[in-house]
């Protein structure tokens, strides 16, 4: 905690850190792993996007997603095999607080809550962010005297909410040309502990994000040889069998 005393006006900072994002809504393109498209193996695409809400709740926002579709290379097949997501946000916020009564205010707090629900918007796949995740956090300044006519700018932030997980139960929906989108719904608030203390200026700003990983597996496709010998060799056991019926 970093407190600041100007005149009768405290500045206080919590949880300092940076924190980088864009303005608005984002789209990003997959991230794979190299030599995917022609290496024999398990691999992994990733995307996460995010937004920045300044000064407002959002509902329903949308976050855009990529579907996964096979890139091999000629000669490889590709195969998607799991999916799963993780889901959280960047919360801050700075407000004055004034004791606008006649009296010393003493051991109070302030709480801010922060609450950001995501869910599968109408065009996602079934099994996609079912039942919604809700990330919050919710942090407590404790306070010693406020004089009558004082006050203080209380900076709050940036802040992590917690980070959620989930996977998809089926593979259904998730591959193919196109994209999905997830919604998101955001709650922020700052609580007094002692009604004597007024709220003012506040400015807030939640950037939710979503990271979304592809697992699939990259297969060698069978060489035309190979496949003309197991063809001469079923050839050869169907001969076999009839000619052993014939005896």
């Known amino acids: ?33 190299g030599g995917a498209s022609n290496t024999v193996g398990t691999f992994t695409c990733t995307e996460t996007v ?16 990529d579907k996964w579709s096979s890139f ?16 959280g946000a960047q ?30 918007g109408a065009t996602a ?32 932030g940036p802040a ?10 089926n593979l259904t929906g998730y591959g193919g040309a196109g994209t999905f989108q997830a919604l998101v719904s955001t709650s922020t608030a700052e609580f007094p502990s002692n009604a004597g203390i007024t709220m003012s200026n506040r400015t807030f700003s939640t950037t939710p994000g979503l990271t979304l990983t592809y697992t699939f597996q990259t297969a060698a496709v069978p060489e035309a040889p190979s496949v003309v010998l197991m063809g001469l060799g079923l050839a050869g056991l169907v001969a076999v069998a009839r000619q052993r019926r014939r005896v």
């Open 72 to 87: 091999a290379s000629a000669g490889f097949t590709q195969t998607l095999t799991g999916v799963n997501w993780s889901v």
């Open 50 to 65: 995010s937004f920045i809400a300044s000064n407002i709740d959002v509902s329903s926002a949308p976050l855009t997603l």
């Open 1 to 33: 905690m970093i407190s600041t005393f100007r005149s009768a006006t405290r500045t206080i900072a919590l949880a300092a850190a940076v924190v980088a994002g864009s303005s608005g809504s984002a789209y990003a393109a997959l991230t794979c792993a």
């Open 91 to 120: 919360v801050e916020s700075t407000a004055n607080f004034n004791n606008l009564t006649a009296a010393t205010i003493s051991n109070f707090s302030i709480t801010n809550n922060s609450s950001v629900l995501f869910s599968a």
């Open 125 to 156: 796949p079934a099994t996609f962010l079912v039942g919604g995740l809700t990330s919050t956090r919710s942090a407590t300044t404790s306070l010693q005297t406020l004089n009558p006519g004082s006050g203080f700018t209380l900076i709050y």
């Open 160 to 169: 992590p909410t917690t980070t959620l997980t989930g996977q998809a139960a």
